[in-house]
Antibody, heavy 122, light 107 residues
Framework: QVQLQESGPGLVKPSGTLSLTCAVSGGSISSSNWWSWVRQPPGKGLEWIGE???????NYNPSLKSRVTISVDKSKNQFSLKLSSVTAADTAVYYC???????????????WGQGTMVTVSS | EIVLTQSPATLSLSPGERATLSCRASQSVSSYLAWYQQKPGQAPRLLIY???NRATGIPARFSGSGSGTDFTLTISSLEPEDFAVYYCQQRSNWVITFGQGTRLEIK
């Protein structure tokens, strides 16, 4: 059973860079899954940030694309998120999640991490 | 980008009643629509994928239907643990979007 675990600083300063890592256990990051980051501001809905395949291919939310970088480390079986130039609006619970898909359409998130709260504040 | 609009925003029902939640897409997503349940302090849980397929371990009282732009999640007889927030989600042309959610509350 694949499990996901997020880690990273819980507090980031405005204009800084948010960095999180998602460790994959119980399975290989090189399986036929797309690995995503999803966030949820307090009291609000879910927002997809972006996804990566083990080959390194990425897709990003158009509204965040200019600030987001997602990378994969197959040797450590993990993937990471960097979000630059953060503001208070980036304060949220950040989830990593796994989606099975063979192409660019279709798929659902069947596995989620527990989520990690990141606050942007000085 | 495909916009998903869920209705109603809040649904107030009693245990044992039938719940019907709607998700409308701004353009066709074929049958590539999923539904999630989220309880406070928890990650979302996959209920339905490809519009009508129950995920592993999901009770039979949950069912999904629809195709194209109009989709429905039905809970046939509400249990106390079903009161939560429900989201729909699609992935099309390498972009994923979620609906804004429907809060199912106890009447």
């Amino acid at each position: 059973q694949v499990q996901l675990q997020e880690s990273g600083p819980g507090l980031v300063k405005p204009s800084g860079t948010l960095s999180l890592t998602c460790a994959v256990s119980g399975g290989s990051i090189s399986s036929s899954n797309w690995w995503s980051w999803v966030r949820q501001p307090p009291g609000k809905g879910l927002e997809w940030i972006g996804e990566i395949y083990h080959s390194g291919s990425t897709n990003y939310n158009p509204s965040l694309k200019s600030r987001v970088t997602i990378s994969v480390d197959k040797s450590k079986n993990q993937f990471s998120l960097k979000l630059s130039s953060v503001t208070a609006a980036d304060t949220a619970v950040y989830y990593c999640a796994s989606l099975k898909a063979v192409a660019g359409t279709g798929g659902a998130f069947d596995i989620w991490g527990q989520g990690t709260m990141v606050t942007v504040s000085s | 980008e495909i916009v998903l609009t869920q209705s109603p925003a809040t649904l107030s029902l009693s245990p044992g009643e039938r719940a019907t939640l709607s998700c409308r897409a701004s353009q066709s997503v074929s049958s590539y629509l999923a539904w999630y349940q989220q309880k406070p302090g928890q990650a979302p849980r996959l209920l339905i994928y490809d519009a009508s397929n129950r995920a592993t371990g999901i009770p039979a009282r949950f069912s999904g239907s629809g195709s194209g732009t109009d989709f429905t999640l039905t809970i046939s007889s509400l249990e106390p643990e079903d009161f939560a927030v429900y989201y729909c989600q699609q992935r099309s042309n390498w972009v994923i979007t979620f609906g804004q959610g429907t809060r199912l509350e106890i009447k």
